[in-house]
């Protein structure tokens, strides 16, 4: 319907009487009716009309009214909402900055200056302990409390890290909470005195981190039975050692393990047997480590072109032996290590100390000794070699050093070093460590490996 402009209560009825309304008078004039009587009839017509418009008019005011209610309406919704949203916005505001400075806000407890500070470990570690994770014990000890107080908040709240969760989902957090700290010692490199502070304090951040309590007597039945085991009382080389070994390595795994289905176990029962393995593996490590220093350094010595007398630059005896050791054995093979059950102490050679470890004698009697990485006769630091091919470059090396010790490449599997050289290996508590390091073969050593450097 068309929209009315004008208000026809504003109207009046035109004199129709008038001479300007004379064409309009003319259609009704006729025998019967004057230009007086038509003037009446267009007066009644246009009273009708009035009287109608005034009606539609009313309606469309009321409609208008009602439509400027209604935005009247939503514009006060809108204001209520905005300014329900500008609360909302500032409470926020308020919660994160509570969130983000949450010691700012924290009451203050009413007592007094303690006579010794507070255990607090540092913010990665607490965070790893509120979430249940292994934590090394070097953050719970006298080194590591210090290195917390003294770092605290060195690193800015507002940096974030990304952190991948165990469902794949990641999220970022305080980079404080993730750093770690520069001079962590691992488990099993701490001593006896390191270990006694720190189980306690640890076992402490359990309880205010709300680990379960059987869980945490667990921990603590873990460590009790540690320093009370005899190995903790031994005199034998390697037996204190091989518990904090053990400590560090299990208690990672039942970590692990714990979070694996069907994996479980408890940790305080400790098993001997694993314990014993990692007595023997310090053994072999520090025979290792001590035969490689030797080798090393018989090598610098006996080799004629690291001599500044031409008189020295002789060829090395081999395989001669002393009278002495001729009386001890017939054979040079008795030149056996004693094992880590027999007191760890070191084997007495009874070679003459001119021969060289390791050395084979080669058509001039001067020929280097393989290598049990590179399979090279060349010269260079076996003690560190660690190249990804042979010396011809035709092989890829299946076995590494790592601080000294032959281990395979492919699962870090102890290789025996005395097995890659010539005197051998005669022992058999460890025939899995009896392999080529060159080619992977049982039945010889490096030395005698086709892949190796010929003399």
């Given at each position: 319907m068309p929209r009315i402009l004008v208000n026809p209560n504003s109207l009046t009825c035109p004199d129709y009487t008038l001479e300007v309304f004379r064409d309009t008078r003319v259609p009704l004039v006729n025998d019967n009716t004057t230009h007086d009587q038509a003037a009446v009839v267009l007066a009644g017509i246009w009273t009708a009309s009035n009287a109608a418009e005034r009606l539609l008019?009313?309606?469309q005011v009321d409609a208008d009214e009602q439509?400027?209610?209604a935005l009247r309406h939503q514009d006060r919704e809108a204001l209520a909402l905005r300014e329900a949203e500008a609360a909302k916005e500032k409470e926020d505001l308020r919660k994160e900055e509570r969130k983000k400075n949450h010691g700012k806000f924290l009451p203050i407890p009413d007592r007094p200056v303690p006579h010794r500070p507070p255990v607090i470990a540092a913010q990665s570690a607490t965070r790893r302990m509120d979430k249940g994770d292994c934590v090394p014990l070097w953050y719970y000890t006298n080194n590591g409390l210090e290195n917390a107080l003294s770092t605290y908040n060195s690193t800015d709240d507002d940096a974030l890290s990304l952190l991948?969760?165990?469902d794949g989902s990641t999220s970022l957090i305080p980079a404080s909470s993730t750093k770690e700290s520069?001079?962590?010692?691992?488990?099993?490199?701490?001593d006896w005195e390191d270990f006694c502070i720190a189980a306690p304090r640890m076992i402490e951040a359990m309880g205010r981190a709300n680990w379960p309590p059987e869980r945490i007597q667990m921990m603590s039945n873990f460590w009790a039975n540690l320093q009370e085991h005899p190995f903790r009382s031994s005199g034998a080389p390697f037996e204190q050692k091989a518990l904090l070994l053990y400590q560090a390595e299990q208690r990672r795994l039942w970590h692990i393990a714990i979070n694996t289905p069907h994996s479980g176990y408890n940790l305080s029962i400790i098993n001997e047997s694993l314990?014993?393995?990692a007595k023997e593996r310090l053994f072999w490590k520090d025979r290792t480590r001590a035969e490689a220093e030797r080798?090393?350094?018989?090598?610098?010595?006996?080799?004629p072109g690291n001599s500044r007398n031409p008189r020295s630059a002789v060829p090395v005896s081999f395989g001669r032996l002393t009278n002495d050791s001729r009386r001890r054995s017939a054979s040079p093979h008795r030149r056996r290590s004693t094992s880590p059950d027999r007191g760890g102490r070191r084997p007495r050679f009874t070679q003459d100390t001119n021969r060289s470890p390791g050395f084979q004698p080669g058509?001039?009697?001067?020929?280097l000794?393989?290598?049990?990485?590179?399979?090279?006769?060349h010269q260079h630091k076996v003690y560190h070699c660690d190249v990804p091919s042979t010396w011809d470059g035709l092989f890829q090396t299946l076995a590494k050093r790592i601080r000294g010790e032959l281990l395979l490449r492919q699962d870090n599997q102890p290789l025996c070093l005395d097995w890659q050289q010539k005197r051998g290996c005669e022992s058999r508590r460890h025939d899995k460590r009896h392999i080529c390091s060159g080619c992977g073969q049982t039945n010889h050593g490096a030395h005698a490996c086709p892949r190796a450097q010929k003399a």
């Open positions: 008019w009313q309606l439509a400027a209610e991948r969760g165990p520069k001079g962590v010692v691992e488990d099993q490199d701490l314990l014993r393995d080798d090393s350094l018989s090598l610098h010595k006996n080799h058509a001039n009697g001067n020929a000794p393989v290598c049990a990485v590179c399979l090279g006769r």
